[in-house]
């Protein structure tokens, strides 16, 4: 476990506790998932693109600079109306990403950014130069080896060490040759969506064979393949026919493509959580009828733990009873979601037994500890189980809540201060890795 001195992040934020029942509506943020991959996959295009409406968190922000860092032309607009010559009309932020030959020696802060640590070492084989990765501590204890060795296998150049971790140079030819590897991807999806998203850039595409016993957060891997597709890459996965656990990305060019980012429907989680936990109603516009996204998984999950939704051309509204129930639920696909699930389980009239997520433990923090001993702090009852938590429900009462500097974790401790006073959130301002003014935006949900 990390650090849980409350020196270390002096400044607590005051949870704010729901004097009823929340009525609001709340516009949620782009999705950093799609933003991220819009823009690795706009980076490595044969055209401009345009990407409308993204997420400008850390984590995003960190990918844009890292590719600008690598010879990426990313030019941000902020408007009312877009004028910029060829911007998609309406309102709010574009960037214009413009492709170039990518270019060392350059430097990289991924920050404690899985989707940057991940995602742009395949991006920099395809450079003419060196490229450092470096970031937060935390990073040099995630998980990186199935990514560089898949790397080396397909021809790359990577000096680590032999640490199997951050910090790494990736000394770039120009190209990669490519074609079949096999990887172990049970501790981290992004290793596969990492080869496929450069894949269409090597000389003989890739063939990724995953070999381990499981694979968690399925429906990112089913959001890298979609978002390849639409900008005209040829992708067979096991979802359409093809052979279990094995996905092949064809050599190709890749378009330029105008993308509108959907709001984060994982983001979305705490607003519907305080819905559920003071049994009021809240509505996220714009939620897609369709989407990959796994927070999508929350109007059932919710559902079944005591509310109501309704999906509508506006968007979703979800309405709490004013009781919550305990669930038995196998997280394994929408593992980011536990925390908060975690939040209203400890608060709810019966027992609740989350699984399908050891994977957990390898996040922005050992997020099963971090949870397990911040809400038993607070006088919960919450066990470890080998892949996962069970929850037995107390009467909670005030004090610190620790984020480790974890985003959802601090978004957790919001949560369970709706309902019990005196909680204090422990450096609330890592929020900013996907989700930018959380604390504004959840006075304004209580209309404070």
């Given at each position: 476990?990390p650090?849980t001195?409350?020196?270390?992040?002096?400044?607590?934020?005051?949870a704010?506790?729901a004097?009823?029942a929340?009525d609001?509506?709340?516009?949620v943020?782009g999705?950093?998932?799609?933003?991220?991959?819009?823009?690795?996959l706009?980076?490595?295009a044969?055209?401009?693109?345009?990407?409308?409406?993204?997420?400008?968190?850390?984590?995003?922000?960190l990918?844009?600079?890292?590719?600008?860092?690598?010879?990426?032309?990313?030019?941000?607009?902020v408007?009312?109306?877009?004028?910029a010559a060829?911007?998609?009309?309406?309102?709010?932020?574009?960037?214009?990403?413009i492709?170039?030959?990518?270019?060392?020696p350059?430097a990289?802060?991924?920050g404690?950014?899985?989707?940057v640590?991940?995602?742009?070492?395949?991006?920099a084989?395809?450079a003419?130069?060196?490229?450092?990765?470096?970031g937060?501590?935390r990073?040099?204890?995630?998980?990186?080896?199935?990514v560089i060795?898949?790397?080396?296998a397909?021809?790359?150049?990577?000096?680590?060490?032999?640490?199997?971790?951050?910090?790494?140079t990736?000394?770039?030819?120009?190209?990669?040759?490519?074609?079949?590897?096999?990887?172990?991807?049970?501790s981290?999806s992004?290793f596969?969506?990492?080869?496929?998203?450069?894949?269409?850039?090597?000389?003989?595409?890739?063939?990724?064979?995953h070999?381990?016993?499981?694979?968690?957060?399925?429906?990112?891997?089913r959001?890298?393949?979609?978002?390849?597709?639409?900008?005209?890459?040829?992708?067979?996965?096991?979802?359409?026919?093809?052979?279990?656990?094995?996905?092949?990305?064809?050599?190709?060019?890749?378009?330029?493509?105008?993308?509108?980012?959907?709001?984060?429907?994982?983001?979305?989680?705490?607003?519907?959580?305080?819905a559920?936990?003071?049994?009021?109603?809240?509505t996220?516009?714009?939620?897609?009828?369709?989407?990959?996204?796994?927070?999508?998984?929350?109007?059932?999950?919710?559902t079944?733990?005591?509310g109501?939704?309704?999906l509508?051309?506006?968007?979703?509204?979800?309405?709490?009873?004013g009781?919550?129930?305990?669930?038995?639920?196998?997280?394994?696909?929408?593992?980011?979601?536990t925390?908060g699930i975690?939040?209203?389980?400890?608060?709810?009239?019966?027992?609740?037994?989350?699984?399908?997520v050891?994977?957990?433990?390898?996040?922005?923090?050992?997020?099963?500890?971090?949870?397990t001993k911040?809400?038993?702090e607070?006088?919960?009852d919450?066990t470890?189980?080998?892949?996962?938590?069970?929850?037995?429900?107390?009467?909670?009462?005030?004090?610190?809540?620790?984020?480790?500097?974890?985003?959802r974790?601090?978004?957790?401790?919001a949560?369970?201060?709706?309902?019990?006073?005196?909680?204090?959130?422990?450096?609330?301002?890592?929020?900013?890795k996907?989700?930018?003014?959380?604390?504004d935006?959840?006075?304004g949900?209580?209309?404070?």
């Amino acid at each position: 476990m990390p650090m849980t001195e409350s020196s270390v992040h002096p400044a607590l934020w005051p949870a704010p506790h729901a004097s009823g029942a929340v009525d609001a509506t709340v516009t949620v943020p782009g999705s950093k998932s799609v933003t991220n991959r819009a823009l690795v996959l706009a980076a490595l295009a044969s055209e401009p693109g345009w990407l409308r409406r993204p997420l400008r968190s850390r984590d995003t922000l960190l990918m844009a600079e890292a590719l600008r860092a690598m010879g990426v032309g990313i030019e941000e607009t902020v408007s009312s109306s877009s004028t910029a010559a060829g911007a998609p009309d309406g309102s709010g932020e574009a960037w214009r990403i413009i492709p170039a030959g990518l270019l060392g020696p350059a430097a990289v802060d991924v920050g404690n950014a899985g989707t940057v640590m991940r995602f742009l070492p395949p991006v920099a084989t395809l450079a003419d130069g060196a490229v450092r990765f470096d970031g937060d501590p935390r990073s040099y204890e995630r998980p990186l080896t199935g990514v560089i060795e898949a790397l080396r296998a397909l021809g790359a150049r990577i000096d680590d060490d032999g640490r199997g971790a951050l910090p790494l140079t990736v000394h770039g030819g120009g190209a990669l040759d490519g074609g079949p590897v096999a990887i172990d991807a049970s501790s981290s999806s992004q290793f596969v969506s990492a080869l496929l998203l450069s894949g269409a850039r090597f000389n003989q595409g890739v063939e990724v064979r995953h070999t381990g016993a499981t694979l968690p957060s399925m429906p990112h891997i089913r959001m890298t393949v979609d978002m390849l597709r639409a900008v005209g890459a040829q992708v067979d996965e096991p979802e359409t026919g093809g052979e279990p656990n094995v996905w092949r990305v064809s050599p190709s060019a890749l378009l330029g493509r105008d993308l509108t980012v959907e709001p984060d429907l994982s983001n979305a989680q705490p607003f519907l959580a305080a819905a559920l936990v003071t049994g009021g109603r809240v509505t996220i516009p714009d939620w897609p009828e369709h989407t990959t996204q796994p927070g999508d998984a929350l109007r059932e999950i919710f559902t079944a733990m005591g509310g109501s939704c309704e999906l509508t051309e506006s968007g979703l509204t979800f309405t709490g009873t004013g009781r919550v129930h305990g669930i038995d639920v196998d997280l394994g696909e929408v593992g980011e979601l536990t925390p908060g699930i975690a939040a209203v389980a400890a608060l709810a009239d019966s027992p609740s037994t989350l699984s399908g997520v050891a994977h957990l433990r390898l996040h922005e923090t050992d997020r099963l500890a971090a949870l397990t001993k911040e809400i038993n702090e607070l006088g919960g009852d919450v066990t470890e189980t080998a892949d996962g938590l069970h929850i037995r429900p107390r009467p909670l009462h005030g004090g610190v809540f620790h984020t480790y500097d974890d985003h959802r974790m601090a978004t957790a401790g919001a949560i369970i201060g709706l309902a019990v006073k005196g909680v204090e959130i422990e450096n609330v301002g890592t929020t900013a890795k996907t989700l930018p003014d959380f604390p504004d935006m959840w006075t304004g949900m209580l209309g404070a």
